[in-house]
Structures are given as C-alpha cells and as structure tokens.
Antibody, heavy 116, light 107 residues
Framework: QVQLQQWGAGLLKPSETLSLTCGVY????????CSWIRQPPGKGLEWIGE???????NYNPSLKSRVTISLDTSKNHVSLNMSSVTAADTAVYYC??????????WGQGTLVTVSS | EIVLAQSPDFQSVTPKEKVTITCRAS??????LHWYQQKPDQSPKLLIK???QSISGVPSRFSGSGSGTDFTLTINGLEAEDAAAYYC?????????FGQGTKLEIK
C-alpha cells in the first residue's frame, strides 16, 4: 500500500521560500510521476508541476519562474521549493504519486500560510 | 492551456437521486479526463480514470462517460456519504488542469 507523508514549514513571511518534502513509501511503479498540487482555502485545485522517475520536470507556466521540484531516489523523497512567496500562495499543498499521468495517491496535505 | 468548465457549481440533492455533473474542455482532450471526490478536510480521491474506467474500491454507483470535449460524472442512487466536492482533471496537455469543482449538498 502506497503512503505519502509530507512535511515542511507551515508559516512563512512574504518573500521567503516555501520548502516542502514528501516521502513516498511502498511505491512499486517502475515508472512513476510525482506531482505537487495546491488548493487555496475554500477554492479549487491548481496543478503546480511534476517530476518523473528519470528526474524530468514539467511546471505550470504561471509558477515556473519560482518553482523547483526535485527527486531524491535514495530516500524516496520529492521536494517542492517555491521562492518569493506572497499571500496569494497561501494554500494547502498536496504531493501525489502515480504510475500514470493522473494523480493516484495523495499526501495528507500541508497548509502553508504566508503572512507578515 | 486547456480550461475545464464544470456545471453546476453547486447542487443540493436528496438521497437515492441520480446526479449528473458535466465537465467541458476548451479543446479536445480525447479520453484523458479523470474525476476526483474531495470530502471536507480530506485529500482528493480518484473516482474515475480516462473518462469511464472504474477504480478498484470505488462504489459502482459512480460512473463516467464522454470523450473529446464533453464529459459526465454520474452518481446513480446518491448516498449521504457522497456529500463532497467533485473535480475533473485533464492530463492530455501540459500544463495539466482541474475544473473549478462542483459541490454536492445532501438535503
């Protein structure tokens, strides 16, 4: 059974860098995709980007200049970094894991609040 | 970028009722359309993949149909536990995107 466990700072000041990590446990796909998706409070889902088992990344153009997704295969960790955050980046951030192009397994979500 | 438009945004329904949620894509996405259910304070859960393919463990009252630009999620015989927000998601073209969501309230 695949389990995703997320962690990272939940309170940031404007202009700081968001940093979240997701541990993927029990994953068995030889070829896989890990993505990050966010959800502002009371709103819908936004796709941030993804990384595959080869380390190839794709990003949402609206966030691309500020976002980096990386993979540590030795630890089964996927990380999200987002620079220069503002209040508009306040959201629950989810990591996901899948053997295909759609998110299959989801982490528990991490609320990140940006406030001065 | 492909925009997904869901309708309705909100629906109040009674148990045992049949519910239909639609998702329209701004351009053809073949069958690369997936449906998710999100209950309050929970992570989204995959309901249907590739427009109409069922997911193990998901009740059979959930079904999907469509291709190209028009898709439908149907719930046959609504149950109280189906109160949730439902989202469609396309994986046909980067950047991937979600519909704005449909909130189902059980009367």
């Amino acid at each position: 059974q695949v389990q995703l466990q997320q962690w990272g700072a939940g309170l940031l000041k404007p202009s700081e860098t968001l940093s979240l990590t997701c541990g993927v446990y029990g994953g068995s796909f030889s070829a896989y995709y890990c993505s990050w998706i966010r959800q502002p409070p009371g709103k819908g889902l936004e796709w941030i980007g993804e990384i595959n088992h080869r380390g190839t990344t794709n990003y949402n153009p609206s966030l691309k200049s500020r976002v980096t997704i990386s993979l540590d295969t030795s630890k089964n960790h996927v990380s999200l970094n987002m620079s220069s955050v503002t209040a508009a980046d306040t959201a629950v951030y989810y990591c996901t894991y899948s053997g295909s192009y759609y998110p299959d397994y989801w982490g528990q979500g991490t609320l990140v609040t940006v406030s001065s | 970028e492909i925009v997904l438009a869901q309708s309705p945004d909100f629906q109040s329904v009674t148990p045992k009722e049949k519910v239909t949620i639609t998702c329209r894509a701004s351009q053809s996405i073949g069958s690369s359309l997936h449906w998710y259910q999100q209950k309050p304070d929970q992570s989204p859960k995959l309901l249907i993949k590739y427009a109409s393919q069922s997911i193990s463990g998901v009740p059979s009252r959930f079904s999907g149909s469509g291709s190209g630009t028009d898709f439908t999620l149907t719930i046959n015989g609504l149950e109280a536990e189906d109160a949730a927000a439902y989202y469609c998601h396309q994986s046909s073209s980067l950047p991937y995107s979600f519909g704005q969501g449909t909130k189902l309230e059980i009367k």
